[in-house]
């Protein structure tokens, strides 16, 4: 699983990490019931701060894509249905910033999106 940050970025770091380990979710690089790295590993991997590591596992734990265990780390917990969710999310993510990159607004992008439904 590779998660890469880009501090320069507007994003907060804690949600490009989040963003990183769903995307790895959703293609499926790593499998249900696959331990995560530990908070201190992908910390001393990315340079960030542990506890920016933590929020980002404490999010995917609300989403219910992880299940963090004291002394065991961050096991994956994603079924298939989330992750067919998540991958749908990731286009969807993809087809915003293209849209904006054209100049088309969300609004364009909702409509066209629900004309694509017939």
Do not use: W
């Not at 940050?5 to 690089?29: C, F, M, N, T």
């Not at 506890?51 to 992880?66: F, K, M, N, P, S």
């Not at 992750?83 to 904006?100: D, G, I, S, T």
Request: net charge neutral.
């Amino acid at each position: 699983m590779l998660i890469r940050i880009d501090p320069s970025r507007p994003a907060p770091l804690h949600e490009q990490i989040d963003a990183g380990v769903r995307r790895a979710i959703a293609a499926g690089e790593v499998a249900d019931g696959e331990r995560l790295p530990s908070a201190r590993e992908l910390a001393a991997a990315l340079d960030v701060n542990v506890h920016t590591v933590l929020r980002a596992y404490g999010e995917l734990r609300d989403d219910g894509l992880i299940e963090l265990r004291r002394g065991r780390g961050a096991v994956v917990r994603a079924g298939d249905a989330q992750r067919r969710r998540l991958a749908v999310a990731e286009r969807a993510r993809e087809l915003v910033a293209f849209a904006r990159r054209q100049g088309v607004s969300d609004g364009e992008v909702v409509e066209l999106v629900k004309e694509a439904q017939c």
